[in-house]
């Protein structure tokens, strides 16, 4: 099994999981000194979808934000007509979404990482590229742990590491 932390199968199968709500929130406090410059932390999370997000997701970012007592809020979607202020920063889920922040931000006249901030989940060669910030378990362990347990035949279940990479949109 992979990327869940509900099953809990023990020493009977191999289990590589993402603990959502607290990787999230330990994540953000890797970055807390670049986040906390924001006046506001904005978490877009498609409520809507056909194969939803965990909703630890949600959980571990209003920990973090009260927890360092910061102003949030929690929107289904960036959508066209969404007017973006000054101070906020986005933590984007869906690559829609991204997109769609990113042409407010253009649209604007802001500067990404100055005026407004994004960061995104999960890693993409894209987003490396564009100087996405993002918090991203790391796949490609998951896979070569998953394939070394299978290999040599071990069972028991692994915590995939989880990270905060700072770029330019912060």
């Known amino acids: 099994m992979l990327d869940n932390t509900d099953l809990d199968l023990g020493e009977r199968a191999i ?3 993402q603990d959502f709500e607290n990787d ?3 994540a953000l406090m890797k970055g807390v000194e670049k986040i906390s410059r924001y006046k506001k932390l904005i978490l877009v999370y498609p409520a809507k979808e056909v194969y939803p997000y965990p909703i630890k997701i ?3 970012f209003q920990k973090f934000c009260l927890a360092k007592n910061i102003d949030f809020e929690i929107i289904d ?10 101070g906020d920063l986005f933590i984007t889920i869906k690559e829609g979404d991204l ?3 990113m042409r ?7 500067i990404l990482g100055t005026d407004v901030g994004i960061l995104s989940y999960n890693e993409t060669p894209l987003k490396e590229l564009l100087g996405v910030s993002v918090v991203s378990t790391n796949f490609d362990l998951m896979g070569k742990t998953t394939a070394e347990m299978i290999t040599k ?3 028991g279940r692994i915590k995939n590491p989880f990270n905060f990479i700072d770029r330019d949109s912060m």
């Open 15 to 17: 289990e590589i999981y």
């Open 24 to 26: 999230l929130y330990q």
């Open 58 to 60: 949600k959980i571990g």
């Open 77 to 86: 979607e960036v959508f066209e007509e969404m007017i973006l202020k000054k």
């Open 99 to 101: 997109v769609n922040l």
């Open 104 to 110: 407010r931000i253009k649209a604007e006249l802001f």
């Open 153 to 155: 035949n071990k069972k």
